[in-house]
């Protein structure tokens, strides 16, 4: 067997001691887990008739987020998607506005900016936090930007940059202070995709509450789930109600006249999806203890192949360890085949074969089809990562039973 066979099965042996082997069914990246009040809410919503968008729990979600979060104002919104597209609307994004956003990340950065015909300007991440790194980032600024104005202009285009939107990836916190402080310097909105990060916390304070706004998401895949759902996190009251007014339509209150004053959207969310968000919610203590205990068991399975680690929390921040993330070593990376991504590549369909369905990093945003042509940084430890980074199996049941006894 050839050395890296070798080592391919010793990390699926590795990921097999914690996550168990497949039998009929495969072990998935990450399935919701209901396990409280979810039955209960839902069946509230259909027996009082308030599935849709108006309904006690939607309100209730919304002050349940903000204390959670600790945000003067949560927005619950149909998806996360939608809760970007609004953030970058009320930041002030305009057409032929450029945003900075990581080429490291799920699409929906680079979409919500589009949405407003503006122009993804992608940036490169940190080894450390997998997050935008604010030290390259400000050298590059450096160079290609100018001030006129308190704008920041591309003078390579011409184009206002307007706005940063940092992502914590797979619930690891960004270097947000170091982000803030570029944002502040270039004149840039900072609006935080914190998708992936309910439950962390940076210095105690929760993810997506630094930055002018922030977005979550509560798909089916994410820390706790609403079905589909997301919400805007912000501390400011205009902004919070002008979100508010956006995803609803731009309705002004009355009795029965229909009166809009500005194109709004259908972005709210329904009641029967903010029913289950209730019911999750009361459960995410327990998720994020679960997904810490499943860390520490992944980092004690894999304490002995010293050409992969785990990625861990940055120093200073708690992570929900939404997603368990293995990072091959870069001298490792390149072995298995003459591509720089073969040994990930190995690992993955070796562990697919066996119905482990881990996964890779996204493909990089700056090469997808909609976004070849949009400008960049050099994205030089982005293209690393990518070549590195192989997800493993997350769920709250590999390791619930334990916690809760
Ligand atoms: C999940 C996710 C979103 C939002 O996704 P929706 O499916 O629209 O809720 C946005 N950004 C990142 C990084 C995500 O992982």
Same mark, same amino acid.
């Given at each position: 067997?050839?050395?890296?066979?070798?080592? @391919?099965?010793?990390?699926?042996?590795?990921?097999?001691?914690?996550?168990?082997?497949?039998?009929?069914?495969?072990?998935?990246?990450?399935? +919701?887990?209901?396990?409280?009040?979810?039955?209960?809410?839902?069946?509230?919503?259909?027996?009082?008739?308030?599935?849709?968008?108006?309904?006690?729990?939607?309100?209730?979600?919304?002050?349940?987020?903000?204390?959670?979060?600790?945000?003067?104002?949560?927005?619950?919104?149909?998806?996360?998607?939608?809760?970007?597209?609004?953030?970058?609307?009320?930041?002030?994004?305009?057409?032929?506005?450029?945003?900075?956003?990581?080429?490291?990340?799920?699409?929906?950065?680079?979409?919500?900016?589009?949405?407003?015909?503006?122009?993804?300007?992608?940036?490169?991440?940190?080894?450390?936090?997998?997050?935008?790194?604010?030290?390259?980032?400000?050298?590059?600024?450096?160079?290609?930007?100018?001030?006129?104005?308190?704008?920041?202009?591309?003078?390579?285009?011409?184009?206002?940059?307007?706005?940063? @939107?940092?992502?914590?990836?797979?619930?690891?916190?960004?270097?947000?202070?170091?982000?803030?402080?570029?944002?502040?310097?270039?004149? $840039?909105?900072?609006?935080?995709?914190?998708?992936?990060? $309910?439950?962390?916390?940076?210095?105690?304070?929760?993810?997506?509450?630094?930055?002018?706004?922030?977005?979550?998401?509560?798909?089916?895949?994410?820390?706790?789930?609403?079905?589909?759902?997301?919400?805007?996190?912000?501390?400011?009251?205009?902004?919070?109600?002008?979100?508010?007014?956006?995803?609803?339509?731009?309705?002004? +209150?009355?009795?029965?006249?229909?009166?809009?004053?500005?194109?709004?959207?259908?972005?709210?969310?329904?009641?029967?999806?903010?029913?289950?968000?209730?019911?999750?919610?009361?459960?995410?203590?327990?998720?994020?203890?679960?997904?810490?205990?499943?860390?520490?068991?992944?980092?004690?399975?894999?304490?002995?192949?010293?050409?992969?680690?785990?990625?861990?929390?940055?120093?200073?921040?708690?992570?929900?360890?939404?997603?368990?993330?293995?990072?091959?070593?870069?001298?490792?990376?390149?072995?298995?085949?003459?591509?720089?991504?073969?040994?990930?590549? $190995?690992?993955?369909?070796?562990?697919?074969?066996?119905?482990?369905?881990?996964?890779?990093?996204?493909?990089?945003?700056?090469?997808?089809? +909609?976004?070849?042509?949009?400008?960049?940084?050099?994205?030089?430890?982005?293209?690393?990562?990518?070549?590195?980074?192989?997800?493993?199996?997350?769920?709250?049941?590999?390791?619930?039973?334990?916690?809760?006894?």
């Amino acid at each position: 067997m050839s050395k890296s066979n070798q080592l @391919v099965n010793r990390i699926i042996h590795a990921i097999q001691s914690v996550a168990g082997a497949a039998g009929a069914q495969p072990i998935v990246l990450h399935e +919701p887990h209901f396990d409280g009040n979810e039955w209960r809410y839902v069946k509230e919503c259909l027996d009082s008739n308030y599935v849709s968008s108006v309904g006690k729990f939607v309100n209730r979600f919304e002050q349940e987020l903000a204390d959670y979060t600790g945000a003067k104002y949560a927005i619950a919104v149909v998806n996360g998607t939608a809760a970007l597209h609004v953030a970058l609307m009320l930041a002030g994004v305009v057409r032929d506005d450029e945003v900075l956003v990581p080429s490291l990340s799920f699409v929906a950065t680079a979409n919500a900016t589009s949405y407003l015909g503006a122009i993804p300007h992608f940036v490169d991440s940190s080894e450390r936090t997998l997050g935008v790194d604010p030290q390259t980032l400000r050298s590059y600024l450096k160079k290609c930007t100018e001030i006129r104005n308190r704008q920041c202009i591309n003078i390579n285009t011409g184009r206002i940059i307007r706005a940063l @939107v940092p992502m914590h990836t797979f619930g690891h916190p960004a270097d947000i202070d170091g982000l803030l402080a570029v944002a502040h310097d270039y004149h $840039l909105a900072l609006i935080e995709d914190a998708a992936e990060s $309910l439950g962390s916390r940076i210095n105690g304070r929760h993810t997506g509450t630094f930055g002018l706004m922030g977005a979550l998401s509560f798909n089916g895949n994410k820390v706790i789930t609403t079905g589909g759902g997301g919400a805007i996190l912000c501390n400011d009251e205009q902004l919070a109600k002008a979100a508010k007014h956006l995803t609803t339509t731009a309705k002004l +209150p009355h009795r029965w006249a229909f009166n809009h004053d500005q194109i709004g959207f259908n972005y709210r969310m329904p009641n029967i999806n903010a029913a289950l968000g209730c019911a999750q919610l009361e459960q995410l203590d327990g998720f994020i203890a679960a997904k810490r205990a499943l860390f520490e068991k992944y980092q004690a399975a894999f304490a002995n192949i010293s050409e992969v680690k785990l990625v861990q929390e940055p120093d200073h921040t708690t992570s929900n360890y939404w997603l368990q993330t293995l990072l091959l070593n870069k001298s490792e990376a390149r072995a298995g085949s003459k591509m720089a991504t073969g040994l990930r590549d $190995l690992i993955l369909s070796t562990a697919h074969d066996q119905g482990l369905l881990l996964r890779p990093a996204w493909q990089l945003l700056h090469t997808l089809v +909609p976004y070849q042509h949009c400008p960049h940084m050099p994205l030089t430890v982005a293209k690393s990562l990518e070549q590195r980074l192989v997800n493993l199996p997350s769920s709250v049941v590999l390791t619930k039973s334990t916690i809760t006894g």
